[in-house]
């Protein structure tokens, strides 16, 4: 009788304590669920700028607003990447489209059998009368490169540059739903732009906190399209390039807000010196952004002359996605306040003048 009563006990005991070990474990998994993961891209060269490979996960120590992170989930080079690959076919492009295509499909072949590409660019629908530039998704993301190249074909020209709603559409239709786990910190943005917004509704603050906050690692082929631009922006009015309303709009709210001028949103109200010097607000403008936005997200930006450099400029890019790091971990903070964080990252046993390039921070979610 004593031994069933004890075999009885012991039975209830480990009963309990597995209960008890289970409920800690949902509550570990409730926790870490709750927690935001954060994850940032990392690029490391050499003091020449060549990319050191073979680095591991204790290389590389993690800090978030001062504070040392401990570092849950690392992923070497040789992982794979899903790339959003954005073309200006607006403006001065128009006329090479086929050097553009060209450019794009020399670039989807280099990327490795892994990786996945979607293709956005602009087009030009009718609607009430009215020609207008639109943002197209001409592919969703796919590792199948026969589709890709055929989607590129099928790329269109524009009569303007929705380049702010194309950034948006990236993210709420090319990345709207959560990487699977070997894409987690490795999605990235590849543009073919001058970067000069004509026609879009969002501006570029809008596009570049949903990119950040997406943390999505942002690369621009920077096509100089200036001496194009202001060539044709003198002289007559009605054969002339003309700004948008949106540019001139966004050239007097942006730098001429406390000026005493008067303010025209017709074109044809410009003088030839008011033309150039809202052409070089708005294209200075457009580098800064592309800097801006590649550097917090630990891209970089590859300037190009012209469209018949855009092939070499593809083929720097994909060589650097080639050689991508990225780590993940769960913020010591635990406030869901809205608050931006700053990353720090560095190294351990690299070889002198190394040099990293990381995500430089992100936006704590809100409750």
């Known amino acids: 009788m004593r031994c069933k009563n004890f075999l009885l006990m012991t039975a209830l005991i480990f009963t309990f304590f597995s209960a008890a070990a289970a409920q800690v474990k949902d509550d ?6 709750d927690t935001q993961v954060v994850d940032v891209p990392i690029v490391v060269t050499d003091k020449a700028g060549k990319p050191l490979l073979n680095l591991k996960k204790n290389n590389f120590t993690v800090y978030e607003d001062g504070k040392m992170q401990d570092v ?31 450019a ?33 998704v001409v592919s969703n993301l796919t590792s199948d490169r026969q589709q890709l190249l055929s989607a590129l074909e099928k790329v ?33 943005l590849v543009a073919l732009t001058d970067g000069v917004d004509s026609t879009s509704a969002a501006d570029f603050a809008e596009a570049r906190e949903l990119l950040e906050k997406a943390g ?58 008011e033309r ?26 590859f300037p190009a002359a012209d469209l018949s450099e855009a092939r070499t400029a593809f083929k720097s890019v994909a060589d650097e996605i080639g050689t991508n790091y990225s780590l993940g971990y769960y913020s ?20 002198a003048g190394a040099q990293i390039r990381a995500r430089e921070g992100y936006t704590a979610p809100v409750n």
């Open 104 to 136: 794009a499909g020399n670039f989807v072949q280099s990327l490795r059998p892994g990786d996945k590409v979607s293709v956005v660019a602009f087009n030009s629908e009718i609607k009430e009368k009215q020609t207008l530039a639109v943002s197209q």
């Open 216 to 273: 999505i690692v942002c690369y621009f082929i920077q096509v100089d399209t200036r001496e194009f631009f202001e060539e044709n922006l003198l002289g007559d009015c009605e054969s002339a390039i003309r700004f948008s309303q949106a540019q001139i709009r966004r050239y007097y709210r942006r730098f001429e807000r406390k000026a005493n001028v008067e303010k025209v949103s017709a074109f044809c109200q410009l003088g030839d010196f």
């Open 28 to 33: 570990e998994e409730t926790i870490r669920v």
């Open 332 to 351: 010591s903070n635990e406030k869901r306040d809205g608050t931006y964080r700053k990353i720090k990252i560095e190294l351990k046993g690299a070889p």
């Open 156 to 188: 269109k020209t524009s009569n303007g540059t929705p380049y702010y709603d194309s950034l948006l559409q990236i993210v709420e239709k090319v990345f709207n739903q959560p990487p699977e786990e070997k894409f987690r910190g490795r999605r990235a």
């Open 276 to 301: 150039l010097a809202i052409s070089k607000s708005l294209y200075d403008l457009a580098e800064a952004e592309m800097a801006a936005l590649a550097r917090s997200s630990g891209g970089k930006v």
């Open 72 to 102: 849950t989930d690392f992923a070497t080079t040789n992982a794979p990447f899903e790339v959003a690959l954005l073309l200006d076919t607006s403006g001065s492009t128009r006329s090479d489209l086929s050097l553009i295509q060209r």
